[in-house]
Each structure stands twice: as structure tokens, then as C-alpha cells.
């Protein structure tokens, strides 16, 4: 079972230039979410996505964009990188009804903006 | 105010015993859930344990338990009978809400890096 696929899983980035963050899942899960992670500062919230059609701003929204254009995709572009964007972005879905409504994780992309 | 607190930034264990890694948490809600996951150096995000702000019991899964205090609003991590492949870092995170809500997310502490010693 894949899960949550992440792509790509490293990039090295010029400042000013844009890119997108893919991710995939293939949960059917209607929640989907992004997430840095830095060192000290744990995972930080970037933009999650109740359903598809619909997304909304998380903790560190500037800078990223989402969209959700289906349940499946829920890709994470800058437009203008900078440096401070340096970064492991996780991508996670979770699933709708009972249970405890823990998050799954892709394995993440390490994104580097020089 | 941050909402989950984890005040130990690392935390050393011999092999065999055991280690509590610690977790408050500031929310006004009446129904949350505690998580924790696992980050070993691989880097995956590993689901370890949850505790429902309603459960009466303290979570148990294998060598983990979650040592719920409500009024205190801690949820701090156990680990029993520690193994060298338990050296991670170990998030704690609180969803406010329902766990079947649709808008509910996770909010996640900085980290705990526990490092276990033959």
C-alpha cells in the first residue's frame, strides 16, 4: 500500500524561483495538510485541505499556495522561493468517521533554497 | 501561548530502562486528542500512541503508555524496557475538536530527541 507518495524527495532550489511540491494519496482520505519542519520548532502547519474544492490557511501560510483540485492531489507551490523556505515539507491526509483521527505521513521532501 | 509544550530538548536512556518523555498541552476545549509520533532518523513520521480527552484509562501499545493527567493537562510519553532502535525524535501533538470533525488539524510540540545507550 502506498499511502502518501512525496515528490520530489530532494531539491536544491535557486532563489526566486518557483516550485511545487507534489503529493499523493491514495487513502481516499478527505483531509489533507502540509507541514515544515525545522529544526526547534517541530512541524508548523503551512495550508490543510478539508475536501477537495476546499483549502485554508495554517500556521506559516505566506510564501505557499495549495491547491485541491481532487480527493488524490493536494500540491504545494512557491511561487518565488527564498531562502528561509529551506526546508522538510511533510505532506499527511487523514481519515473522515470515528476513530482517533491521527495524521498519515508521507516520507517527505527536503527542499534547499540557495 | 503555545499549545503543546515539550520542555525536553534531549533525553538520555540506558538500554533496558525506562524513559518519560514530557508533554503539556493548552487548549479550552472539552474534546481533544493527544498524540504521539515517532521521527527516527530515517525521517518517517511514526504514529506511537492517542489518549481521547474523554478516555478514563491511560492509552497502553506494547512498551508505550501515555500518562494522562488531565487537570494538569499533561499527556507524557513512557517507554518501557528501552531498545537502541528507540534513539528519535519524539513529537507530541493535540487535535482540538472531534476527531471525526472535518476542520480538525494537528497542532505539534518542537520535539524531544531521545537518544538510548547500550
New interface residues.
Given amino acids: 500500500t502506498a499511502g502518501i507518495t512525496q515528490a520530489p524527495t530532494s531539491q536544491i532550489l535557486a532563489a526566486g524561483r518557483s516550485m511545487t511540491l507534489r503529493c499523493t494519496q491514495d487513502m481516499r482520505h478527505?483531509?489533507m495538510?502540509w507541514?515544515r519542519q525545522d529544526l526547534?520548532?517541530?512541524?508548523?502547519?503551512i495550508h490543510?485541505s478539508?475536501?477537495a474544492g476546499t483549502t485554508g490557511k495554517?500556521e506559516v501560510p505566506d510564501g505557499y499556495s495549495v491547491s485541491r483540485a481532487n480527493t488524490d492531489d493536494f500540491p504545494l507551490t512557491l511561487a518565488s522561493a527564498v531562502p528561509s523556505q529551506t526546508s522538510?515539507y511533510?505532506c499527511?491526509s487523514?481519515g473522515?468517521?470515528?476513530?482517533?483521527?491521527?495524521?498519515?505521513?508521507g516520507?517527505?521532501s527536503r527542499l534547499t533554497v540557495l | 501561548a503555545q499549545k503543546i509544550t515539550q520542555t525536553q530538548p534531549g533525553m538520555f536512556v540506558q538500554e533496558k530502562e525506562a524513559v518519560t518523555l514530557d508533554c503539556t498541552y493548552d487548549t479550552s476545549d472539552q474534546s481533544y486528542g493527544l498524540f504521539w509520533y515517532k521521527q527516527p532518523s530515517s525521517g518517517e513520521m511514526i504514529f506511537l500512541i492517542y489518549q481521547g480527552s474523554y478516555d478514563e484509562q491511560n492509552a497502553t501499545e506494547g512498551r508505550y503508555s501515555l500518562n494522562f493527567q488531565k487537570a494538569r493537562k499533561s499527556a507524557n510519553l513512557v517507554i518501557s524496557a528501552s531498545q537502541l532502535g528507540d534513539s528519535a525524535m519524539y513529537f507530541c501533538a493535540m487535535r482540538e475538536g472531534l476527531s471525526n470533525s472535518g476542520y480538525s488539524t494537528l497542532t505539534f510540540g518542537k520535539g524531544t530527541m531521545l537518544l538510548v545507550s547500550p
Avoid: D
Avoid at chain 1, 96 to 105: D, K, P
Fill in positions: 478527505n483531509a495538510y507541514y526547534g520548532l517541530g512541524l508548523r502547519l490543510y478539508n475536501t495554517g522538510v511533510f499527511a487523514k473522515q468517521g470515528a476513530g482517533t483521527g491521527e495524521l498519515f505521513f516520507e517527505g
